[in-house]
């Protein structure tokens, strides 16, 4: 069964500073790839998605991730956070033909002014 | 247009009463899921629906938990005789299908449900 990790509960960063969240994936296949958002009281929102091809990819609100297969890992990255930044951030992998998500524990993201 | 909708957004149950969460899909998707998002285990699959087939139902955490989607739109998720760890938030998302690659799932924004 795949399972997902996100090593870091929470993390402070000061606004404009650059920013990486962790995520390492288990999955004996190749994995499908989701990082989404959620802010406070909504729902959560797709930010990028990895499924083949070019191991870079970009997403919304100038957010990219990495996939690494040797490591099994997908980070977010942003080089400069602004406020509005401050959410939740889950990691996910797909799988099967159904691709139910399953989610890592989620990395809770405080932005300093 | 519209998103995925839930109702109630907020729903306070005494311990062993039945309750009822609805979601209505974004319309022309045809797969719809059901998560749990709750302190203790995180967020967690617990059914899905594509098309007209039988749902997937292995990730419903007990008997007590069932769904239903008719005429392949709207979805109830049921649970009988509620418990108090039953008190989570239920997400509700939906997708285009599902096929060779994935589709993205669309989310809802949740039902918290309190079980007192």
């Known amino acids: 069964a795949q399972s997902v990790t996100q090593p870091d509960i929470h993390i402070t960063v000061s606004e404009g500073a650059s920013l990486e969240l962790r995520c390492n994936y288990s999955y004996g296949a190749t994995p499908y790839l989701f990082w989404y958002v959620q802010s406070p009281g909504q729902g959560l929102q797709l930010l990028l998605k990895y499924f083949s091809g070019d191991t870079l990819v970009q997403g919304i609100k100038g957010f990219e991730a990495e996939f690494k297969r040797s490591q099994s890992s997908f980070n977010l990255r942003k080089p400069s956070v602004h406020w509005s930044d401050a959410a939740e951030y889950f990691c996910?992998?797909?799988?099967?033909?159904?691709?139910?998500?399953?989610f890592g524990g989620g990395t809770r993201l405080m932005v300093k002014p | 247009g519209a998103g995925v909708s839930q109702s109630p957004s907020n729903k306070v149950t005494e311990k062993g009463k039945d309750v009822e969460l609805r979601c209505d899909p974004i319309s022309g998707h045809t797969a719809l899921y059901w998560y749990r998002q709750s302190l203790g285990q995180g967020l967690e699959f617990l059914i899905y629906f594509q098309g007209n087939s039988a749902p997937d139902k292995s990730g419903l955490p007990s008997d007590r938990f069932s769904a239903e989607r008719t005429g392949g739109s709207v979805s109830t998720l049921t649970i009988q005789r509620t418990q108090q760890e039953d008190s989570a938030v239920y997400l509700c998302?939906?997708?285009?299908?599902?096929?060779?690659?994935?589709?993205?799932?669309?989310f809802g924004p949740g039902t918290r449900l309190t079980v007192t």
């Open positions: 998302a939906s997708s285009l299908g599902s096929g060779y690659l994935p589709y993205e799932q669309y």
């Open positions: 996910a992998v797909g799988a099967n033909a159904g691709n139910m998500l399953t």
